[in-house]
């Protein structure tokens, strides 16, 4: 038989309520009730509030009633107490206090769920979701350190600041990393509200944003520097011809480091490399450039191997052995960019050593910038290589303006007057 009882575990002035539900000898559930009473309030002999005033009498009557309905949950389930534990017991006090559990298109957390699967489904490129996991994750960090799950509509301008400084302090990301969060999660609000789930009024004004950061290239003199560089290690050469063919084909690493000789083709008399690429999905033609040609042709018509079978790790080693290589061939001039503080745990800007700004980002931004302004070399014919979709983007990407492509006109024109 069950039975019930009303306890306390403090001595404090505002002690909270517990109840222990007994369902038998070798079984015993206690939980908090969500009341509380001053310790001298309380009467151990009744198990009850002292009736001693009006504010103690309200209060017993509510654990009545609460006991009622735990009485009526047992009466109305199985006649087995199998099934009732710590988490039945809290369930009945959440629903005695008029507590629901929100949609789960209402809860931050689960409307990403929501979005993540529908992105999925959608056809939208692997990499693409792997990066809206991993902004999702950064949220669910979030409620972790504040203890607490958000609704859709909890999303307003306090969040905004709450999210923008743990994302900054305690995940030490970049400030461009936290402007595209931020619009992530506008992303998936918006989303949220088209399909019926209350958003906050503030979610007009909560905005991503970006920072302008210089960013580093290396000029063709610099490349002849690496190509004349006398390395001895395997790694660093097979590091160095990646660069290269990286930087006269102008694709992500994430395109660069799975090209593959299956990828060439010969299109009337003329040789590409064609690619779908992985962040885009865009079907890319690289003619093959005669310095890529020669990598290839010193590789028995290969490609360089891979530095790991593993792409993520490939990534990484191509990144770290990008800085030894680059000083080893004499890239150590300053030049202004970001840097990891290893004290603060952020990005600084500041003159650094070239070789410490390089990535493998700067194969494309070095196609891109190479060649750029040269009258054989049509902004839309690099954009064709690039992918870029607009020629804005394409300008701001190697931090152009469009006066710089009308001063590239006014020069032929003035070279042709000549």
Request: glycine share 6%; charged share 30%.
């Amino acid at each position: 038989m069950a039975t019930i009882k009303y306890l306390l575990q403090s001595s404090s002035n505002n002690a909270p309520i517990y109840m222990r539900l007994s369902l038998g000898k070798n079984k015993s559930i206690k939980r908090k009730v969500g009341l509380f009473i001053a310790a001298n309030s309380w009467s151990t002999t009744t198990g009850y509030p002292k009736q001693n005033n009006a504010l103690n009498k309200q209060l017993s009557i509510k654990l009545k009633h609460l006991e009622a309905l735990v009485y009526e949950n047992i009466s109305v389930g199985s006649t087995s107490y199998l099934d009732i534990d710590g988490n039945w017991l809290e369930d009945i006090v959440k629903k005695f206090h008029g507590y629901e559990e929100p949609d789960e298109k209402d809860s931050l957390m689960g409307y990403c769920k929501v979005f993540l699967r529908n992105k999925k489904s959608s056809g939208v490129a692997k990499s693409t979701v792997k990066k809206y996991f991993t902004i999702v994750r950064k949220l669910e960090a979030y409620e972790e350190s504040i203890s607490a799950k958000l609704l859709v509509k909890d999303v307003d301008l306090e969040f905004y600041e709450d999210f923008k400084e743990f994302l900054r302090e305690t995940e030490k990301l970049s400030m461009n990393t936290i402007g595209r969060y931020l619009k992530f999660v506008k992303t998936i609000c918006l989303d949220a509200g088209k399909n019926g789930v209350e958003v906050s009024d503030q979610l007009a004004y909560f905005k991503g944003f970006t920072v302008d950061a210089p960013f580093v290239t290396l000029s063709f003199q610099e490349l002849e520097k690496i190509k004349e560089a006398k390395l001895e290690e395997g790694k660093y050469i097979i590091t160095r011809d990646w660069l290269l063919i990286g930087c006269y084909t102008g694709q992500r690493v994430s395109d660069l480091l799975r090209m593959s000789n299956k990828m060439i083709q010969k299109i009337q008399g003329f040789e590409f490399i064609v690619l779908k690429q992985e962040k885009t999905g865009k079907l890319i033609q690289v003619p093959i450039h005669p310095e890529v040609r020669k990598i290839l042709g010193s590789r028995d018509g290969k490609f360089p191997p891979c530095l790991s079978k593993n792409m993520d790790s490939n990534k990484v080693l191509f990144n770290r052995y990008l800085k030894d290589l680059c000083k080893m061939s004499g890239i150590i001039e300053l030049a202004e960019g970001n840097l990891l503080d290893e004290e603060t745990g952020h990005t600084e800007l500041g003159q650094y050593p070239k070789y410490k700004l390089v990535s493998s980002h700067i194969c494309r931004r070095s196609f891109a910038t190479n060649f750029y302004g040269d009258p054989k070399y049509p902004t839309p014919l690099l954009m064709n290589i690039t992918g870029h979709s607009t020629e804005r983007r394409f300008l701001g990407y190697i931090g152009k303006k469009s006066i710089d492509y009308s001063l590239q006109l006014a020069k032929i024109w003035r070279d042709n007057e000549e």
